[in-house]
């Protein structure tokens, strides 16, 4: 849905969705919080990534090596390196300071 939003060049909406989704509990998901997080940082909605990001950890989904991957190279990719530095140091805190999975291939992390 966010996707078709933002082709529609609905942006404003997008920014709604997410704030409802702030208001709702989706439960422990993983895997749809990741397609999230994905997709926003693909359209450049770097704050809302992070607030999804909180409310991921919020509602007990854990973050896996994948979402901090996304998270991490979508960052970069897109010039947020003081934002990464942070992301990076709570990886680091959950899986050791070696975080070998970032050079891992991950589809779609941010063209």
């Known amino acids: 849905m966010i996707t078709v939003l933002a082709r529609n060049g609905l942006l404003k909406q997008i920014e709604l969705v997410c704030s409802f989704l702030k208001m709702e509990s989706w439960g422990p998901d993983t895997e749809g919080f990741n397609s999230l997080l994905r997709t926003l940082l693909h359209l450049g909605f770097i ?36 934002i990464s530095v942070t992301v990076r140091e709570e990886a680091q805190k959950l899986f050791g300071t070696s975080l070998h999975f970032l050079e891992e291939d991950e589809e779609m992390v941010c063209p």
């Not at 990534?49 to 979508?74: A, H, Q, V």
């Open 47 to 82: 704050h809302t990534t992070m607030d999804c990001f909180r409310l991921m950890k919020l509602w007990e989904s854990d973050p896996d090596e994948s979402t901090f991957r996304i998270l991490i190279n979508g960052l970069e990719s897109k010039g947020e390196m003081y």
